[in-house]
């Protein structure tokens, strides 16, 4: 390929990453875009470059801008208006990705639904969002209801109810209506509640998903990336790497479901370049007895966010792992953004990073009052807020929801509440303590249970820990563990709890522990410490 000033591969998954590492000469994004444009762009000037692949199926960008075009104009047959939603319950695939993309084309807001939810969940976020069409396949037929409350529906599969996904597509060469989407339009609805808690919608707008984007030219995406992903679509984590690849004339490859030495086999098959795992992800890929054996010299950039990364793990990422490791810190409301480009900063792996471009990041007490520059100094901690280009707008039908996510400050600037308890180094770098509503105040002493976790973690006998303060009569609260054991070890609860005890504050002391077989984590890994304390 002249143009790009390198040798095109007979075989462009497998193409050599020498010359395109970086977006190609005189493509300079747009102050603002929309996604599905840029595959526009993509189709015209290189339509057979591979765009998605999943196990079963791969296709380039003409083919995907044709799909986009035929699932655009079938929304528009079926009387989709822009801003309205469209629902996706199903597991990861490339016609899950395109139909994604062709309602954004279409100017529709989508909301993907965990597969993971309850049956009430999912009528709630249904009706939360106002989607009168829903697309499905297998995940998903436990969950739809019946009678006059049931969605309309397409299938992906032979297994759930509703229109043949093929059937359903408006004719090859169908052309949707034309439609102006501004920055300001809704996206997508993420539901931040997965397997627990009343649902809420986070809206967010074009122009959030563009700022990711613009923010992915520090990190080599460019037509020679090849993208990895092993987490679903339906998550926020993975979205934020899946769309500046497609962004930026990438290729995508999807995978169902994680297992760590598939993962591996596709990366080096596929001379990956870029991925996003969460941390337990890189907990099981680092553990594979063989990891060693894999060539992963390829990989440029490796992203993680959603859960605590512990800073031994990063180091081990470091060390065995080639290429770059970035962490991301924020919400999916948005909001400040901190990064971690842990290879640069190996002495702060304990940190999250220091506030990426145009974040704003502040701390402030309990009473909502901004802490002083000399106490940010001086390494007070806080709550963590943030405010950034990319925010959502707010959470869908919830006005008093998104009133207590925002803080203003004295000037009226709008910033998103974390949650977060964290305080800032000399170097500007931000550490974190916990979640607001996982610290445990037990005689009127606060308790990080992340303190009491990592600690935990330093026996021999340990693969993994979570730490939940649950009521009591004598202090308010009390933390209690979760352990999860090594293979091989047969260390007992009270010898274990014991053994931290003795290595903390008298007001930090476990008042149990219990042995557990596997954290109850989310699909992104997160760990459910609800479930716990329940």
Not at 44 to 64: C, E, G, K, M, N
């Amino acid at each position: 390929d002249r143009r790009r000033g390198g040798a095109r591969c007979l075989n462009p998954w497998t193409q050599a990453m020498t010359t395109l590492d970086t977006p190609v000469a005189g493509d300079v994004l747009p102050p603002f875009a929309t996604i599905a444009e840029r595959v526009h762009e993509h189709a015209l000037r290189d339509p057979r470059h591979p765009a998605l692949a999943d196990d079963t199926r791969a296709i380039d960008y003409a083919t995907l801008d044709a799909w986009m075009d035929r699932i655009a104009a079938a929304l528009q047959r079926d009387g989709l208006r822009r801003g309205e939603a469209v629902a996706i319950c199903a597991g990861t695939s490339v016609a899950y990705a395109a139909v994604f993309l062709g309602a954004l084309r279409a100017g529709a807001a989508v909301a993907p639904i965990a597969p993971s939810v309850t049956r009430t969940q999912f009528g709630a976020m249904l009706r939360d969002a106002g989607a009168r069409l829903c697309f499905v396949d297998a995940a998903a037929v436990e969950l739809l209801p019946q009678g006059p409350d049931a969605p309309r529906c397409v299938r992906f599969d032979d297994l759930a109810p509703g229109v043949a996904f093929d059937d359903w597509l408006a004719p090859p060469g169908a052309q949707p209506q034309p439609v102006v989407i501004g920055p300001a339009e809704p996206f997508n609805i993420i539901y931040s509640s997965g397997t627990t808690g009343t649902p809420k919608g986070i809206v967010q707008p074009h122009g959030m998903r563009w700022a990711h984007v613009l923010r992915g030219a520090s990190y080599g995406y460019g037509p020679g990336t090849t993208t990895l992903l092993a987490t679903p679509l339906y998550s926020n984590t993975t979205l934020v790497v899946f769309f500046p690849t497609l962004a930026y004339g990438g290729a995508v490859r999807l995978m169902a479901k994680f297992d760590a030495r598939r993962y591996l086999e596709i990366a080096q098959a596929l001379r990956v370049t870029h991925t996003m795992l969460v941390p337990v992800q890189y907990q099981r890929l680092m553990a594979l007895p063989d990891f060693d054996a894999f060539d992963l010299r390829s990989f440029q950039a490796k992203f993680c966010t959603s859960a605590p990364f512990p800073a031994a793990l990063k180091a081990d990422v470091l060390k065995r792992w080639p290429g770059g490791l970035i962490e991301f810190y924020g919400l999916t409301e948005g909001g400040g953004t901190c990064i971690l480009e842990a290879h640069a900063h190996p002495d702060k792996l304990h940190t999250v990073g220091r506030p990426a471009q145009g974040s704003d990041i502040r701390l402030i007490d309990e009473h909502g009052r901004e802490l002083t520059i000399a106490a940010v100094a001086a390494g007070v901690a806080g709550e963590v807020v943030g405010a950034s280009p990319g925010m959502m707008t707010g959470y869908h039908g919830r006005p008093e929801l998104t009133r207590e996510a925002e803080w203003f400050d004295a000037m009226g600037k709008r910033f998103i509440r974390t949650g977060d308890i964290g305080r800032f180094d000399a170097d500007g770098f931000l550490i974190l303590f916990d979640r607001r509503k996982d610290m445990v105040i037990s005689g009127g002493f606060n308790i990080y249970p992340s303190d009491l976790e990592a600690e935990l973690r330093r026996h021999p006998a340990v693969e993994d820990a979570a730490v939940v303060g649950v009521p009591s009569a004598q202090w308010g609260e009390t933390p209690v563990a979760f352990v999860v054991r090594r293979a091989g070890h047969h260390d007992e609860p009270e010898a274990l709890r014991a053994w931290l005890n003795g290595r903390v504050g008298k007001t930090q002391r476990l008042s149990a522990l219990h042995l557990i077989d596997e954290l109850p984590r989310s699909a992104i890994g997160k760990v459910l410490k609800r479930e716990l304390r329940d």
